[in-house]
């Protein structure tokens, strides 16, 4: 099944050690989004690439980082995490950015890598 | 600026009993609205998509919901909620970006 796969699940790291999350798609879809939810919260954009083009959401700390070598796999780096960034972090996919009725931009998700700092 | 509001936080149902979650959102134009549904501990899956046409959409696990424009909302509902239905299920409006509601969390009794 075409899907969404985030590694690793579960993720301990200690404060300020740098840590990377990975996600990797088989929908060959052009958009890959990074979305950081805390406990109990909506889930938040951190930002996304279109194709090659990165996209950072204008709140985003310039903690998190990320990469995109190819059209499957898309990296988050947190360089120096911190307790508040204990999170879930969620990949999600989407053929393209608009697409109305054609539900090209219907987003599918990862199962998420839960961040905890210690 | 576009905004989702879904005034439950926490909703506890009996199993067999009939659920609304209610959704409203802010969006000057025709909005792009979605239902997501998240277990515990898991990603996101959609319910169910609003773009156009009839305002009354059908979605997966026997879930609909109805867009009303005149009163900007987008509510879910179910008929019969069953215990596997417990959950967080989040609202979300699609303008140049996803925006998620905060969310509501299901719990079933049984």
């Known amino acids: 099944d075409a899907m969404v796969i985030q590694n690793p699940r579960y993720q301990v790291t200690q404060f300020g050690k740098p840590v990377t999350l990975s996600c990797s798609q088989t929908?060959?879809?052009?958009?890959m989004y990074w979305y950081q939810q805390k406990s109990s919260q909506a889930p938040k954009l951190l930002f996304h690439?279109?194709?090659?083009?990165?996209?950072n959401e204008a709140d985003t700390p310039d903690n998190f980082q990320s990469r995109r070598p190819n059209t499957s796999f898309c990296f988050l780096d947190i360089r120096s995490p911190g307790l508040g960034d204990a999170a879930m972090y969620l990949c999600?996919?989407?053929?393209?950015?608009?697409?109305?009725?054609?539900?090209?931009?219907?987003?599918?998700f990862g199962a998420g890598s839960r961040l905890t700092v210690l | 600026a576009q905004s989702v509001t879904q005034p439950d936080i926490h909703i506890t149902v009996s199993e067999g009993a009939s659920l609304e979650l209610r959704c409203n959102y802010s969006?000057?134009?025709?909005?792009?609205l979605f239902w997501y549904v998240q277990s515990p501990g898991q990603g996101l899956q959609l319910l169910l998509k609003?773009?156009?046409?009839?305002?009354l959409v059908q979605g997966i696990k026997g879930f609909e919901a109805e867009f009303k424009r005149s009163q900007s909302s987008f509510n879910l509902r179910k008929p019969s909620v069953h215990w596997s239905d417990a959950a967080e299920y989040f609202c979300?409006?699609?303008?140049?970006?996803?925006?998620f509601g905060a969310g509501t969390r299901l719990a079933v009794h049984p």
């Open positions: 999600a996919t989407s053929r393209d950015l608009t697409g109305g009725a054609s539900g090209a931009n219907v987003l599918t």
């Open positions: 929908l060959n879809h052009n958009v």
């Open positions: 690439y279109y194709d090659k083009d990165f996209n």
């Open positions: 969006y000057g134009a025709t909005p792009y």
């Open positions: 609003y773009f156009s046409g009839d305002t």
């Open positions: 979300a409006v699609d303008t140049d970006k996803l925006i």
